[in-house]
């Protein structure tokens, strides 16, 4: 997909596809209508020149901001010092349409492992990335930095009055195979029940799953970890038997992203293989 279509894609997937979170009447963490809402009338190609999903999200919103006429953007990465100790910093200050607002942004995917009703068990591609760790850093730490007497500091000094934090979490989480097959999700509470979802299988499970010999994939970059794929010209398709046939030769042995197409070459689903080391990994953390 040539980039600037590929950026107008992820534009419009980083601002209206639904968030991870859901917390009942907590501002906070904005549900799926507050952000689909946004009508996004004026969309010009975001210039992304990094691929670092963090800070590829991050230039989207940015962008987002200075399209929308009741949005302006005040700071961007302002560190938070107490001293010589750094307190933390504010993701990005906003005037909402005349309120200043702090907001948090985080991207992030997750594989759920054993029992997932616990926020625990979801691990991103870095084992120790938790869906509960990350929550939790951003529930009791990053949304309360306008609380810290460092932070409330730094924010007099611009003559801002922060009235409102926001987490814009976005991502998928990535369900057990036979779960996505059979569209039987278990999630934590508070999780988005309208989430992003993919799947993920061992490579053992992927070289022997029957519903996938027929099936074509392409190996995700990623650039392309955002929106789904709407073409994949220039991008090598493999069948199930030359999909394993990479897997098994890869050097890397924690986990591969992969795209399922349709005939026509779209995005069917998206998935994750994760290979022996990766849980041999979580459970050592466990251990």
């Given amino acids: 997909m040539p980039s600037d279509i590929r950026a107008i894609e ?10 991870l979170m859901q917390f009942e009447d907590d501002q906070c963490w904005p ?12 969309i010009t190609t975001p210039k992304l020149t990094e691929y670092k999903l963090g ?6 919103v940015a962008h987002w901001i200075d399209l929308e006429p009741s949005l302006n953007l005040l700071a961007k990465n302002l560190v938070v010092h107490d001293g010589k100790r750094t307190i933390g910093e504010f993701d990005l200050i906003v005037d909402n349409n005349g309120t200043v607002e702090h907001w948090e942004l985080a991207v992030k995917f997750y594989l759920g492992i054993s029992d997932v009703l616990n926020l625990a068990n979801w691990h991103g591609p870095d084992p120790s990335d938790t869906l509960a760790r990350k929550i ?3 529930a009791s730490h990053q949304l309360r930095l306008s609380q810290h007497p460092a932070g409330q500091k730094l924010l007099q000094l611009n003559g801002w009055d922060v009235r409102r934090a926001r987490s814009l979490v976005k991502g998928r989480l990535f369900h057990p195979y036979q779960s996505f097959r059979l569209q039987q999700f278990l999630m934590p509470p508070n999780v988005n029940p309208g989430h992003e979802k993919g799947w993920w299988l061992t490579d053992t499970d992927f070289a022997l799953a029957p519903e996938l010999k027929s099936a074509r994939f392409v190996i995700l970059e990623r650039s ?15 069948d199930h038997h ?3 046939s990479f897997l098994s030769g890869i050097e890397t042995k924690g986990t591969i992203p992969l795209a399922q197409l349709t005939a026509d070459g779209e995005e069917l689903s998206r998935g994750f293989v994760a290979f022996p080391q990766w849980l041999n990994d979580i459970d050592a953390q466990k251990a």
């Fill in 224 to 238: 392309n970890w955002l929106a789904p794929l709407l073409s994949v010209a220039n991008t090598q398709i493999m």
């Fill in 10 to 19: 992820d534009f419009k997937w980083c601002i209206q596809s639904p968030p």
């Fill in 31 to 42: 549900n799926e209508p507050w952000f689909q809402g946004w009508k996004l009338a004026s």
């Fill in 242 to 244: 030359q999909t394993v």
């Fill in 55 to 60: 800070l590829r999200f991050e230039a989207i």
């Fill in 136 to 138: 939790n850093r951003m």
